[in-house]
């Protein structure tokens, strides 16, 4: 069993260039959620999704899009990038969202993005 | 939205304990969980706490006093294996996670 896997592992942008993060999950969890880590800032929230279909906003959402076709991908896009989108960016997915031990969230092993 | 508090750095030697503060403040309050992050991997479960007091695994241990927005994460006898991030992060309502800055823990030996 893989648990979440991201690809790529790191990229080098150019500014205005459109790139997708792909994230998918062999663990049938409900719940899945895309995060940006900055030095000092810590982990924050962009966009999550309850279940397929659904998806909601978090802390930090302009600037990227999600989807969710199905239970196992939950991919992040940023339509034009700036130089303000270069992050480590984690994907996380949780059995479900409504609460509870059972909801502890695990994380992927990141995406390296710098946008020049 | 919430602020959750956390030390940024803490030094200590190889088999001695550390403890690690979380302060927070949230208006829906529905659990707290720490993570271990080593450089440049992802965030791994350590513990969770919904309920007042400590819970146990291991050499690593987990406060929780909802009243005072308060938790803590022990670690003892320290192994150098140990130097890594340690992140706060409290859950407000079904699902939001919020994340401290996160604590780097030094072992030296």
């Known amino acids: 069993i893989a648990g979440i896997t991201q690809a790529p592992t790191s990229q080098i942008l150019a500014a205005g260039r459109r790139m997708t993060l792909r994230c998918t999950q062999d663990m049938r969890h409900n719940a899945m959620y895309w995060y940006r880590q900055d030095l000092g800032l810590g982990l924050r929230l962009i966009h999550y999704s309850n279940t397929a279909g659904t998806t909601g906003k978090g802390e930090v959402p302009d600037g990227y899009s999600v989807s969710r076709a199905n239970t196992d991908d939950f991919p992040l896009t940023l339509a034009s990038a700036v130089p303000s989108q270069t992050s480590v960016y984690f994907c996380?997915?949780?059995?479900?969202?409504?609460?509870?031990?059972?909801?502890?969230?695990?994380f992927g092993p990141g995406t390296r993005l710098t946008v020049l | 939205g919430q602020n959750i508090d956390q030390p940024t750095e803490m030094t200590a030697t190889e088999g001695a304990i550390v403890q690690i503060n979380c302060t927070y403040q949230t208006s829906g309050f529905n659990g707290l969980f720490w993570y271990q992050q080593h450089a440049g991997e992802a965030p791994t479960f350590l513990s969770y706490n919904v309920l007042d007091g400590l819970e146990e695994k291991g050499r690593f241990s987990s406060f929780l006093s909802r009243s005072k927005g308060y938790s803590y994460l022990l670690l003892k006898e320290l192994q150098m294996k140990d130097s890594a991030s340690y992140l706060c992060a409290v859950r407000e309502g079904d699902y939001k996670l919020s994340f401290g800055a996160g604590t780097t823990v030094t072992v030296r030996a």
């Open positions: 996380a997915s949780s059995d479900s969202a409504g609460g509870g031990y059972t909801d502890t969230q695990y």
